[in-house]
C-alpha cells in the first residue's frame, strides 16, 4: 500500500522519529513522508514509532491508499525532496 | 475532490499560509490540512498561498484524490483535531 505519514512530535522526540520513517519511507517536507509498504513492515513502523512517541503530546497520523492510482501530487515552490510523481 | 495539504513555509509567512487554508480545509496537524474541495475552490486555494509563499524558500504539496473509497486513516497519540474517519 501506499502511504503519506505526517507527525507532530515534541522537540526531544523528532529526531528519533525522523531516523525511523526514513528507515521505511521517502522524506518529502518537514515532519511529512511517504511511499510503499508492504503491511508487515507498516506494523514494524507503527510499533517503532509508538516505543518513541508520547502519546499525550505527540500526534502521528498516517494515510493509507491501497492504489495510488486515483492520486495526484502538486509541488509548488522548493521541492525539498524531487521525487517523481507518485502516479 | 480529496486533499491533503502540507507545507514548509519561511516563519513570517506561516500565518498567512494558515489562514488562507483555514478558508479551505480543516487543520488536522501543524502544517498540515485536508478535505473535500471543488476544482474551482482548489484553483483560489492555490492561487491564494502562491502570492504568498516564496517559491525559493518554502514548499507546497498537494496530495489529490478523486476518490477516499481506497483510503484509510491512522491517528496515534494526540488528535489535534478530532475528525471522524474520512472513509
Redesign the interface.
Known sequence: MFV?L???FGERRVAKALKICRKYLTW?????FEGDITEGKFKML?LE??RV???????????????K????????????NSLNH?I
Open positions: 503519506i505526517v507527525y507532530d518529502i517536507q518537514n515532519s511529512v507503527t514509532l509508538e512517541m508520547d502519546k499525550d503530546n505527540d500526534s502521528l497520523i498516517i494515510f493509507q491508499f491501497r492504489s492510482r486515483y492520486s495526484d501530487r502538486l509541488v509548488i515552490g522548493l521541492e525539498k507518485i
